[in-house]
């Protein structure tokens, strides 16, 4: 066992996860089984990780168990809603050692293979979330049951810049294979850290039986018991011979180009990862443990970490309490609630009111086709729900039900919450509020979903301005997680606690942002973009341009964003901010040539450019290299940002960070963007001083 007190300064703040041993007499006269229970003391809010002092918890328990003789079996389950989700980070950003890291990776290899090696049939119990070293844990044991109400089982290292360290890499592609292996190890958390559900984790093998969470402990009981004497068989679709070496190689090759194709190469994990996935299929278990210990040790040293550490902590702690927020208990409460429009974007804010809320919301619109519309996208959308098991059919009546249509706005009257989804032009919006405000009660918060417009326009016309804020969705609305709530020069403090109650109850991360056009993500990556189109006005290929920001490893490149935008759409926030900041914000001429020329998209269905798109985007005689571009844009950023943070706009760098992550999937391997900034050495370079001091 790795000497453990090396770690103990480090852990300091470690809330020990505690193996708790009980018996447990199984039925049919199979035995008795050693039941260990995980538990740190917490509520399902704290979840239960993994620690020094957890694992050596763990290892005593074992230590216990494996000393008796009158024992049939061990088993390990988790307090309730959680299973275990990892390794204890906490200490992670203080190891500056290699022999640290060593320690931490070797101790959990140390503790968990146990599991494996005792003379018993061990038993993952898997209750709740199993999370990274936690779905290890459970790999590691013989047999594993999982509930159908897990929602959550996933390796999320490599979102955060490390990998599954503790023999995920090794033990995941011998049960289930290394292409489904890499797809929960790689794609996954690559893919916005996508997890998978129990029903999920059952049928790629994971689990060797699902039962309902209702009685999960207890059908678990029986089928062990069944399992050990002989009632149960059980089986699992690994070939005889092993996984082939053909469709390993393939399996492997399709991974790297999956990372390829999301990073660049931009960050060393899930690089890391793969090259372990690949070498395990002939490795010996020893040997395999040993590469992850090497890799694991490496990855905890890393900047890339370190960014993802800090990315990972904002959106854990500072997303829950937004920054600025007036008193909660100001808040009113929100029994109904009005959409105005029923188009698209009104359609999916009207169904996410009504699944997080459950409260009646009402869509207006000027006629009974777009009504119409709106509501069967609704009704769409819960059927899809429904089909894809997300709600009960129950539960997809009672949605059906809550949203109803009116041509008129009396149907407002008793609403407690108006948002506004209208066409994005001032006069059309600040028209659309003063009708509303005829017929509301006058505690009615009114609400703007524009995305650059100004709030304190918006709402200067009104008799109560005071109770309007912005609401600002990102689309599409049910995925993305961010909401920047705008407070306008007159928006008073029960408007703002009410818009971030509701927020929250919507289950979004909220940001609070003072009224200034664009807001936040909008702006920065309208001048992001904004300069790139400048270099290929200037005569920089587009294809040059396209690639600029690659070693970044963005989540799409300008262009791909230009066409998910739309070139209108983009040239009209441009003009916007135009408007307000002449001599940074000019909008391109090409931009305008595609608008002009009626352009939706830049690329064909084979993803290669459109030529006649090309044609108007060719041209000019001060072409750039990519290095050039990427620096160029970055700069842009950095002035950007610090004029932001000097106006006011939100309450420090990290709310910058936390909107980009969040609103524009600035990627965790960088952390936020201004300490990217700051150790380029960008910030400094433009402002002469550094964002984070």
Not at 200 to 207: D, M, R, V
Not at 529 to 539: H, P, R, S, Y
Not at 599 to 622: F, H, I, N, Q
């Amino acid at each position: 066992m790795p000497d453990a007190s090396l770690l103990t300064s480090l852990f300091a703040d470690e809330v020990v996860t505690r193996a708790l041993v009980r018996d447990v007499e199984l039925p049919g006269g199979a035995g008795t089984m050693a039941l260990i229970t995980l538990d740190n003391g917490r509520d399902h809010t704290r979840p239960s990780t993994f620690g020094p002092a957890g694992l050596l918890s763990l290892s005593d328990a074992l230590d216990m168990v494996a000393a008796r003789t009158d024992i049939a079996a061990v088993g390990v389950t988790g307090k309730p809603f959680i299973f275990a989700v990892g390794a204890d980070l906490s200490g992670a950003p203080l190891i500056a050692a290699r022999d640290e890291a060593l320690t931490i990776a070797r101790l959990g290899h140390a503790v968990f293979r146990r599991l494996g090696e005792l003379s018993v049939p061990s038993f993952a119990l898997v209750n709740g979330a199993a999370l990274g070293g936690g779905l290890e844990l459970a790999l590691h044991c013989s047999y594993r049951t999982i509930s159908s109400g897990v929602t959550a089982v996933a390796f999320p290292e490599c979102f955060l810049g490390l990998l599954p360290g503790w023999g995920g890499t090794y033990l995941l592609p011998h049960l289930i294979g290394p292409g489904n292996a890499l797809k929960v190890i790689v794609e996954n958390p690559l893919s916005q850290n996508r997890m998978l559900r129990g029903a999920q984790a059952f049928s790629l093998g994971i689990a060797d039986a699902m039962f309902s969470p209702a009685d999960f402990l207890a059908e678990s009981l029986r089928w062990a018991a069944r399992v050990l004497t002989g009632g149960e068989t059980v089986s699992r679709a690994i070939p005889a011979a092993g996984w082939d070496a053909v469709s390993w190689d393939q399996s492997v090759a399709a991974a790297r180009l999956f990372a390829d194709g999301k990073l660049h190469g931009a960050t060393p994990a899930p690089y890391r990862a793969i090259d372990l996935v690949a070498a395990a299929r002939g490795r010996t278990r020893d040997e395999g443990f040993a590469a992850e210990d090497e890799a694991l040790a490496d990855l905890l040293l890393s900047e890339e970490l370190r960014a993802g550490l800090y990315a990972f902590d904002l959106t854990q702690k500072r997303a829950r309490h937004a920054a600025g927020a007036p008193d909660a208990s100001l808040a009113r409460p929100v029994t109904k609630v009005g959409v105005v429009g029923a188009g698209l974007m009104a359609a999916q804010i009207a169904l996410l009111f009504a699944r997080r809320l459950e409260v009646p919301v009402v869509l207006t619109d000027l006629d009974q086709d777009r009504l119409d519309a709106g509501l069967e996208h609704v009704r769409a959308e819960v059927a899809g729900l429904r089909a894809r098991g997300r709600i009960s059919a129950d539960a997809a009546v009672r949605l059906t039900a809550l949203v109803t249509g009116s041509l008129t706005n009396d149907a407002f009257a008793d609403a407690d919450f108006v948002i506004e989804a209208v066409f994005e032009e001032m006069a059309v919006k600040q028209q659309v509020l003063a009708e509303v405000e005829a017929v509301v009660r006058p505690d009615c918060v009114l609400a703007t979903n524009t995305s650059s417009l100004s709030v304190t326009e918006m709402a200067s016309g009104l008799a109560h301005p005071s109770r309007v804020v912005g609401f600002h969705f990102f689309n599409p609305v049910a995925m993305m997680p961010l909401v920047e709530v705008v407070r306008s020069a007159a928006t008073d403090d029960a408007t703002a606690a009410t818009a971030l109650a509701v927020g929250t109850r919507l289950k979004k991360n909220c940001v609070l942002v003072k009224d200034a056009p664009a807001f936040v993500v909008n702006r920065l990556l309208t001048r992001f973009l904004g300069e790139i189109l400048a270099c290929v006005d200037e005569g920089t290929p587009i294809e040059v341009a396209e690639h600029a920001p690659d070693p970044l490893g963005l989540p799409m490149s300008p262009f791909f964003l230009l066409q998910l935008v739309g070139p209108a759409v983009a040239l009209h926030v441009g003009e916007t901010l135009a408007a307000a900041y002449p001599d940074r914000f000019e909008p391109s001429p090409k931009l305008r040539a595609l608008v002009a020329a009626g352009k939706t998209a830049v690329y064909r269905p084979d993803l290669t450019v459109d030529e006649s798109v090309a044609a108007l985007l060719a041209g000019g005689d001060r072409p750039s290299t990519a290095e050039e571009v990427r620096e160029r844009a970055l700069e842009a950023l950095a002035e950007e940002i610090r004029l932001m943070l000097d106006e006011g706009v939100v309450a420090g760098p990290e709310d910058i960070d936390l909107c980009m992550i969040l609103g524009a999937g600035w990627p965790f391997h960088l952390g936020g963007i201004t300490p990217y900034l700051d150790r380029a050495g960008i910030t400094e370079k433009v402002t002469g001083t550094r964002f984070h001091l």
